[in-house]
């Protein structure tokens, strides 16, 4: 099984820009991929922001856009609020199933 | 409202069998995927599974990590998806969410499952 890997964790200073990855063990990320990107904060359920590559919901904030950058996916965060402190977990398709990666506790400070 | 509402989690022993449910209101739920993920306490979360809508052949697919012991199903009747799972074991402890609408669009708030004796 393929394995999903981000960092564990990024701060970001209110008002600033972050950029999270999420890469995978079997190689370059693609669209094929059709990453997703969710957003999940202490005693919630995730909520999905992101999918297939860059495509959000209607409850996105504009602040975030999905990418792919450098062989990876990539989730970035602007003028980041204090409100986006959480964890920010992707998810890649492989053949029929999905691989989450670990997670990355993003806070803000 | 969209909504996904999971049940029919709880305490079971070891070696023990359990059926959650999750029940879909407010959107068309026969037509989409209905995917099931878990996360441990304090853990990231793990896709466990999924299945797919009746122009899919309701085709499913499991994560190595249940695989030959979990059965997913529905009944669009009830707009319902049900996930068995068996063998349980002590890493099986988490909380089980149901997924759905789509894209990910719709997620229940959980139920949550312990394996103990």
């Known amino acids: 099984q393929a394995v999903v890997t981000q960092e564990p964790s990024l701060n970001v200073s209110p008002g600033g820009t972050v950029t999270l990855t999420c890469g995978s063990s079997?190689?370059?990320?693609?669209?094929?991929?059709?990453p997703y990107w969710l957003q999940q904060k202490p005693g919630q359920a995730p909520r999905t922001l992101i999918y297939?590559?860059?495509d959000k919901h209607s409850w996105t904030p504009a602040r975030f856009s999905g990418s792919l950058l450098g062989g990876q996916a990539a989730l970035t965060l602007s003028a980041a609020q204090a409100e986006d402190e959480a964890d920010y977990y992707c998810?890649?398709?492989?053949?029929?199933?999905?691989?989450f990666g670990g997670g990355t506790k993003v806070t803000v400070l | 409202e969209e909504q996904l509402v999971e049940s029919g989690g709880g305490l079971v022993q070891p070696g023990g069998s359990l059926k959650l449910s999750c029940a879909g209101s407010?959107?068309?739920?026969?037509?989409?995927?209905v995917t099931w993920v878990r996360q441990a306490s304090g853990k990231g979360l793990e896709w466990v599974g999924r299945?797919?809508?009746?122009?899919?052949?309701?085709?499913?697919a499991y994560s190595a990590s249940v695989k030959g012991r979990v059965t997913m199903s529905r009944d669009d009747s009830t707009n319902t998806a049900y996930l068995q799972l068996s063998g349980l074991r002590s890493d099986d402890t988490a909380v089980y969410y149901c997924?759905?609408?789509?894209?990910?669009?719709?997620w229940g708030r959980g139920t949550t499952v312990t394996v103990s004796s």
């Open positions: 079997t190689g370059v990320v693609t669209s094929g991929h059709y």
């Open positions: 997924t759905g609408g789509g894209y990910f669009d719709v």
């Open positions: 407010g959107f068309t739920f026969s037509a989409h995927t």
């Open positions: 998810s890649l398709y492989y053949d029929g199933s999905r691989v």
């Open positions: 299945i797919r809508n009746k122009d899919n052949k309701y085709a499913t």
């Open positions: 297939n590559t860059d």
